[in-house]
């Protein structure tokens, strides 16, 4: 099983940053693909951006441009960095894993809360 923590989440103002991070601990020789995803507030659960070993990075068309997903293998992190931050982007937001070839996201994290207020 693989466990992933999320952290990096707070308040931030329109036009700001933030970057995410995720700690992945357990079997992570078995991940194949990281994610992250985000909820917001009476909306279903979202695909962010993704990145696996035998592909390149893919967003959401809302964020393309802004955010950058990257891994560090050695210290089995995803990262999100978000620039030029939209009040729109207010979500929880969840790193999520792939283990299993032909399945979905079956590892998921707590979540973190980035909110984006003036």
């Known amino acids: 099983q693989v466990q992933l923590v999320e952290s990096g989440g707070g308040l931030v103002q329109p036009g700001g940053s933030l970057r995410l991070s995720c700690a992945a601990s357990g079997s992570t020789r078995s991940i194949y693909e990281l994610a992250w995803h985000r909820q917001a507030p009476g909306k279903q659960r979202e695909l962010v951006a993704r990145i696996a070993s035998y592909s390149v990075p893919d967003y959401a068309e809302s964020v393309k441009g802004r955010f950058t997903i990257s891994r560090d293998n050695a210290k089995n992190t995803v990262y999100l960095q978000m620039n030029s931050l939209k009040f729109e982007d207010t979500a929880v937001y969840y790193c999520?894993?792939?283990?299993?070839w032909g399945k979905g996201y079956d590892s998921w994290g707590q979540g973190t809360q980035v909110t984006v207020s003036s």
């Open positions: 999520s894993a792939k283990t299993q």
